[in-house]
Nanobody, 123 residues
Framework: VQLQAFGGGLVQAGGSLRLSCTSS????????MGWFRQAPGKEREFVAT????????RYAESVEGRFTISRGYAANTMYLQMNSLKPEDTAVHYC?????????????????WGQGTQVTVSS
């Protein structure tokens, strides 16, 4: 299984980006999915997670109300809509597939990870 995250880029504070995650090898229809990020010099942190059917979501407090996680109509796609971006959102963003079907906010709950996409927000 290979996950690929893309859609990052450079944006001014207050702007928006939409990240996408796709899977090659198999569909992650029955698994929860999540986004994590890692800024330079910091540990990887949880951003958002969605359950297998999209019915449940959970967000880090720092992005609540600004980011929206969703699953695509295609079984192997996932998105992260990021609005009102702040300089502190600057990080490499990773998508991941959980072992279980529900939401999960800890990295240990995830089996497969994408390579990451850089998001840079200028002030």
């Amino acid at each position: 299984v290979q996950l690929q995250a893309f859609g990052g880029g450079l944006v001014q504070a207050g702007g928006s980006l939409r990240l996408s995650c796709t899977s090659s090898g198999r569909r992650f229809t029955n698994n929860g999915m999540g986004w994590f990020r890692q800024a330079p010099g910091k540990e990887r942190e949880f951003v958002a997670t969605v359950s297998w059917n999209g019915g449940s979501t959970r967000y880090a407090e720092s992005v609540e109300g600004r980011f929206t996680i969703s699953r695509g109509y295609a079984a192997n796609t996932m998105y992260l809509q990021m609005n009102s971006l702040k300089p502190e959102d600057t990080a490499v963003h990773y998508c991941a597939e959980a072992r279980g079907a529900s939401v999960a906010s800890t990295a240990a709950a995830y089996t497969y990870w994408g390579q990451g996409t850089q998001v840079t927000v200028s002030s």
